[in-house]
């Protein structure tokens, strides 16, 4: 039995640490936190001082049963998990559960995974720092408070089933006021004038006026004067400039840039990230600390040079911007600076190399520049137009890295020609373009990030929970906003001729940007309108500061719960008895065949609209918007055409054809089949052959293409691509089939290979009882029965489930139904 037992949070990084230390230490995982608030009450006892109440759950029963058994044979034990608060409330919670004696006990942390980080550590123990658990305890229950007494009042005023959080909702409020900002949003037109010139020698460039027209005419106007014109040279200032690198990343910045240039989610960039400090690569990745330490500043230095000379190493110390950031900590960077890529998956090595090239160009020298401005007049008037270029003198950092940007309109400026000081230049052409202000752009998840930060909202280990949390709740989602065309005017002068052309753009096109959903429009006013302090920025930012406080030793945890809860619960209950039902209605007007109001609000099923009220002995007539309708933004006719579904289109091979739109969208009715119309489809407009073109494509896709013992073979395009359908069973077909052209060999192919696979990630099954254990990624296993799919933890082992132990893991986590309660008469 080895003398020391170390603890970690998970296996890959138990794995890594187990190959530093000798024969003497074994490395052991508690798989996360081995205790927790109960997930079925608020578990803080509000009498007696917000004392939370943390119980071990059933599915960790077995691994802190392993290490109190490995603790008690262990002369030391030492808690290595993270060095943040999270991790120092994970070695709290392994002290207390498996009571270790505190004189056999050690407490390490280190930030990053390598040998010398862990033998350092080893030699310099210390032991639980209580005001960093202090800190984690008070968010934790702060946010259980919050959590747990504002959602029942939204289930009472709004909607079932919804939920609340603090810095969620406030999140969701930054993105509802970005969306009202651009529904308020009223573009101004004026007309941009851009020329063409040649120099002497025939080489050409281009300049701007440096003012706009307000109208045509004047645009107009000003072209006349140009007609005929002579140009010159009337002044050129060149200006040495440079430009600076970033400094390395934190867990904010990395998150941005992996945005910007890998294309990846929030909560992927952490994944993956994690992945790569679990296996030594990186340093913690949860920091919001922008320092380097002596040793990385050092070897940085010496790749820099050894790699590209010494004029390209400039050594520097970066200082954080963030509110309470903790500078003892470091940046993200590569454990090995010398290793400048990882044979690792496609995204972890695309990360790591995101993460390299910023460490190495943050210790590189300024790029120099030389900027050049230039002034070109007319003889017939005395606007003067611009051109500014420059040229990269040193690239120095830019050689390897160059910070990304969220500012869609940010123009490079490219290089000019060889000009001189009243040299005559030639015109090619000017044109005045009709150009509209821009409303604000949403967010994306990197901009909202940055957002949050900017607010002291939020901390590192916050961001990706926080932003995945509201898009799975509904509150906001990925828009995929199509835009509409507009119409613009565009006068070109050349050969002193003026010409008008109207042009068309696209506006307002979103693609993959953060939209609030109705539910979340609703929901942040009710929070807004009734709990503003809880939805307050400064208030949100300055918890944040009351946590940093109590990390430091300069607050009492206690005390600020107190603080709180005097002024919180009062209101929660207030709100409870006397706020108004939110469903977001807004009254339209007067339906004109009935005379009846005409309203939309939110409803069970989603946003409908509504002809009546139900005071009214008629019962209200009800339809469903529009996937691209808002309860915001919907004008009176369009809910009136709404009523107007769904349309009769006739018969098709003896069965009814209707169109209509549903809770998942516009639909084609075919007797009893339904057909989803294509997004450039409108319902309104679609035709009998229309519609008949759909139900052929449907048929055609349905339809048998083989069949194999017994089974008829189908195949269809879904999320994930191209499948063909055997047996209740969807197989994907990969790119090394023609999909278009599948032979029965290629079926049969595809089928044997699925059972197989299925076969492997089997490992238990009652198949009278409909319920299977199959493998799941990262070396878990899940439960399945029907569309229920329940997520072992690692540490349980599947294949000694029985079946009675199996169903009641099933009963205790599906989601119990709600019995409505009767009205009263």
């Known amino acids: 039995m080895a003398k020391n037992l170390v603890i970690v949070e998970s296996p890959a990084k138990a794995k890594t640490i187990e190959k530093f230390l000798g024969k003497d230490y074994k490395v052991e995982s508690s798989f996360g936190h081995i205790a927790d608030l109960p997930s079925k009450e608020m578990g803080i006892d509000v009498e007696k001082d917000f004392k939370p109440k943390y119980i071990v759950s059933k599915d960790k029963k077995a691994i802190v049963k392993k290490l109190k058994e490995l603790a008690s044979k262990a002369e030391l034990v030492w808690l290595a998990s993270d060095e943040d608060r999270e991790g120092e409330a994970i070695a709290w919670h392994l002290a207390e559960t498996l009571k270790l004696d505190k004189n056999k006990t050690r407490r390490i942390v280190f930030n990053a995974i390598t040998k010398n980080a862990i033998l350092k550590a080893i030699e310099n123990p210390r032991s639980i720092d209580y005001n960093l658990v202090n800190a984690q305890q008070a968010r934790r229950v702060l946010d259980r408070l919050v959590g747990y007494e504002l959602s029942p009042v939204l289930w009472k005023k709004v909607k079932a089933g919804l939920s609340a959080g603090r810095v969620q909702s406030v999140s969701v409020r930054l993105i509802v006021e970005r969306e009202r900002e651009i529904q308020a949003f009223k573009p101004e037109a004026s007309f941009r004038v851009v020329a063409e010139f040649k120099n002497q020698k025939g080489k050409g460039f281009r300049a701007r006026l440096g003012k706009t027209f307000p109208t045509r005419e004047e645009a107009k106007l000003f072209l006349e004067k140009n007609a005929g014109a002579e140009f010159t040279i009337a002044d050129l200032d060149t200006k040495p400039a440079k430009k600076s690198p970033a400094a390395p990343f934190t867990t904010s910045t990395l998150q941005q840039e992996a945005s910007r240039k890998l294309y990846f989610s929030v909560s992927k960039t952490m994944t993956v990230a994690q992945r790569l400090y679990e296996a030594g690569l990186i340093t913690y990745m949860r920091t919001d600390s922008v320092n380097l330490s002596g040793e990385a500043i050092e070897a940085t230095k010496n790749e820099i040079i ?29 454990t090995d600076i010398s290793r400048s890529s990882v044979n690792m998956e496609r995204d972890q090595a695309r990360l790591y190399e995101l993460i390299w090239k910023r460490t190495i160009a943050s210790q590189m020298s300024d790029a120099e520049l030389e900027r050049t401005n230039v002034k070109i007049q007319s003889n017939t008037h005395k606007e003067l137009f611009t051109a500014n270029g420059e040229v ?15 500012d869609e309109e940010e123009e490079q400026e490219g290089m000019l020609p060889e000009l001189r000081v009243s040299e005559e230049v030639f015109n090619t052409f000017i044109t005045a373009t009709e150009r509209f202000t821009r409303p604000p752009y949403r967010y994306t998840e990197a901009s909202l990030v940055k957002k949050l930060e900017e607010l002291g909202i939020g901390r590192p280990s916050t961001y990706a929970p926080t932003i995945s949390t509201i898009q799975n709740r509904g509150y906001v989602e990925k828009g995929a906003v199509e835009g ?5 005017v565009q006068l070109t002068l050349k050969s002193h001729e003026i010409k008008e052309a109207t042009l068309t753009e696209n506006v307002g096109s979103d693609k993959g940007k953060m939209t609030p959903t109705d539910i979340g429009m609703i929901v942040n006013d009710f929070l807004v309108n009734n709990f503003s302090s809880i939805l307050d920025y400064n208030f949100t930012a300055k918890v944040e500061q009351d946590f940093d406080d109590i990390a430091s030793g300069g607050e009492d945890w ?24 939110e469903t977001g209605e807004r009254v339209l007007g007067v339906d004109p065949k009935s005379g009846r109001q005409l309203s939309v609000r939110l409803g069970r099923f989603g946003s409908m609209v509504q002809i009546g009220t139900a005071d009214e002995e008629e019962k209200p007539l009800f339809a469903s918007l529009l996937p691209d309708q808002s309860i915001d933004t919907i004008t009176f006719e369009e ?6 579904l769904p349309r009769s289109l006739g018969e098709y091979e003896g069965q009814a054809v209707e169109v209509n739109v549903g809770r998942f969208g516009p639909y084609v009715r075919f007797g009893k089949s339904f057909v989803s119309l ?31 013992k017994g089974f008829e073979v189908t195949k269809g395009k879904g999320r994930f691509g191209p499948f063909i359908k055997w047996n209740g069973m969807f197989i994907n077909v990969n790119r090394k089939y023609d999909f278009d052209n599948l032979s029965q060999q290629d079926i049969e192919q595809l089928i044997e290979d699925k059972i197989k696979k299925e076969a492997e990630k089997l490992i238990q099954e009652w198949t009278e009882e409909g319920i299977r254990i199959e493998k799941a990624r990262w070396g878990r296993s899940n439960i399945i029965k029907g569309k229920t799919k329940i997520e072992l933890s690692k540490d349980v082992d599947a294949s000694k489930l029985s079946l009675e132990e199996v169903k009641e893991i099933i009963e205790k986590q599906s989601p119990k139904k709600k019995t409505r309660a009767k009205a009263k008469k």
Request: charged fraction near 35%; proline fraction near 4%; glycine fraction near 4%.
């Open 639 to 644: 809910a009136l055409d709404l009523f107007k």
């Open 306 to 334: 050894n790699s590209y000379g010494d004029k390209y190493s400039k050594p520097r110390n970066y200082t954080s911007k963030a509110k309470g950031a903790q500078e003892a900590h470091e940046a993200i960077r590569p």
């Open 392 to 406: 990269l003198k040193f690239d120095g950092f830019l050689k390897v890295y160059l910070e990304g940007t969220d």
């Open 558 to 581: 206690t005390q600020m719960m107190k603080d709180f809860y005097k002024d919180f619960h009062p209101q929660v209950l207030d709100v409870e008895e006397n706020a108004e039902r």
């Open 484 to 488: 509409v065309e507009r119409k613009y």
């Open 678 to 708: 294509d997004k450039d489809d409108d319902v309104f407009d679609v035709s009998m052959e229309r519609a008949i073109e759909l139900i052929k494509q449907k048929q055609k896709a349905d339809a048998p293409i083989a069949s194999y």
